[in-house]
């Protein structure tokens, strides 16, 4: 089956910008797919935090926000906070096989 | 407010069927608008779809598990269930069940409304 890959991890300090990198295939993302974002918080559900690219539901700060270009997405928290500290998760559709929803491997952002 | 609650037994013996329900409430299973989903996690990994079901009883399964899973519907109880057969350790996850929904006209699907999750562990 296709992946949607992300990065094991990224980090930054109180205030700071950063991004988690979501890339996939060309029968996912790149078929025109949206890519959708969860935020787990530790022994949580995950919640979904930007849908269709780059929507944010209502109660979400704006300091997520995302993006899609080609094959891939991106999701952006500027003014990063202690509480942000949780599992980031992309999400989109694949139309290979009978086509399936596909989740990214998974970000665990960390506060310094 | 729309919610939902799995439930069903903790601990499965390998090679038997997971069976597990989930109860929906402040929204109706029969709406048009919504597909019923179940998704798990493994213990420190990511999250698997494992598949989805309409009120009239339409399903999609993620071609991995297909074999194994059935997903059924009573809109009388205002619930779903799940049941995943020949189970083995590696079934061991916690299992959420959530809403699937096209949040714009033109959108794909996503999961807006998830359970709070429940922990099946596959052991002899």
């Known amino acids: 089956q296709s992946e949607l890959t992300q990065p094991p991890s990224v980090s930054g300090a109180p205030g700071q910008r950063v991004t988690i990198s979501c890339t996939g295939s060309?029968?996912?993302?790149?078929?025109?797919?949206?890519v959708h974002w969860f935020q787990q918080l530790p022994g949580t559900a995950p919640k979904l935090l930007i849908y269709?690219?780059?929507n944010r539901p209502s109660g979400v700060p704006d300091r997520f926000s995302g993006s899609k270009s080609a094959t891939s997405a991106s999701l952006a928290i500027t003014g990063l906070q202690t509480e942000d500290e949780a599992d980031y998760y992309c999400?989109?559709?694949?139309?290979?096989?009978?086509?399936?929803?596909?989740f990214g491997t998974g970000t665990k952002v960390t506060v310094l | 407010q729309v919610q939902l609650q799995e439930s069903g037994p903790g601990l499965v013996k390998p090679s038997q069927t997971l069976s597990l329900t989930c109860i929906v409430s402040g929204a109706s299973s029969s709406s048009d608008r919504y597909f019923w989903s179940w998704i798990r996690q493994p213990a420190g990994k990511g999250l698997e779809w494992i598949g989805r079901i309409y009120s009239s009883g339409i399903t999609h399964y993620n071609p991995s598990l297909k074999s194994r899973v059935t997903i059924s519907i009573d809109t009388s109880k205002n619930q779903f269930s799940l049941k995943l057969s020949s189970v083995t350790v590696a079934d061991t996850a916690v299992y959420y069940c959530a809403r699937v929904v096209e949040p714009d006209v033109s959108s794909s699907p996503t999961f807006d409304i998830w359970g709070q999750g429940t922990r099946v562990t596959v052991s002899s």
């Open positions: 060309n029968s996912n993302i790149g078929a025109g797919y949206d």
């Open positions: 269709a690219n780059n």
């Open positions: 999400q989109s559709y694949d139309s290979s096989l009978s086509g399936y929803y596909i």
